[in-house]
């Protein structure tokens, strides 16, 4: 008897095509808040969004080209728990440096 999930199906050529194009859509983004912040655009508001689109993306390719979500849900678990240690680290580093503090966090 087993306790896994049902097997999902992998996404076609078409949809990896699909993919790919959102990854450059946010890519995209990514690249015009940097001209908009050169703009005059408050960081406030810049870099926290660029956190969230780099989170955002990461998940994405790890998702969908590392074939995670087809996986069983204990590498799932894994890929998360080092996701949410890398943010804390990566918390404490700005928190270290200041930039948190620039930003007023």
Do not use: C, N, W
């Not at 896994?4 to 990896?16: E, F, G, N, V």
């Not at 508001?45 to 390719?61: E, G, Q």
């Amino acid at each position: 008897m087993t306790t896994d999930a049902p097997i999902k199906p992998h996404p076609s050529p078409k949809q990896y095509v699909q993919i790919a194009v959102i990854l450059a859509v946010l890519t995209g983004v990514e690249v015009g808040l940097y001209y908009i912040e050169q703009a005059g655009v408050s960081s406030r508001i810049v870099y926290p969004t660029l956190i969230v689109l780099a989170a955002l993306k990461f998940v994405i390719v790890v998702a969908f080209y590392m074939h995670v979500r087809y996986e069983k849900s204990l590498i799932a678990r894994f890929f998360t728990v080092g996701f949410v240690g890398a943010l804390m680290l990566y918390t404490v580093v700005l928190g270290t440096f200041g930039v948190l503090a620039a930003l007023g966090g």
